[in-house]
């Protein structure tokens, strides 16, 4: 059973009730009385979170960024079980 709203055309009391989709005259939480209104209720907004084309190459580059750390974790433990210096030795030039 979903959620209405409702507007009392007597005292002008708006409220909520759980009621079936066919039912009439629900009784006002205020005055009691059954001269009532059902309302059209705003449609709730979907997640704030954009989904445009932009935010799944981040999401793209972002799971990219997070493979590569996962293989560099993985390279450095298998470097240091054999015993070798887990960090590779830097190219010349890089910082």
Known sequence: M???EFECEECGARFEELVAAGASGVACAECG???TRRLISNVS???????????????????????AR???IAESRKRRALGENP???RQ???K
């Open 92 to 94: 010349k030039g890089s």
């Open 45 to 67: 907004p979907p997640g704030r979170q954009p989904r445009g084309a932009a935010v799944r190459a981040d999401e793209s580059r972002r799971g990219e960024r997070e493979a």
């Open 70 to 72: 996962v293989d560099r």
């Open 87 to 89: 960090t590779p030795p």
């Open 33 to 35: 009385s059954t001269r």
């Open 2 to 4: 979903p959620i209405y």
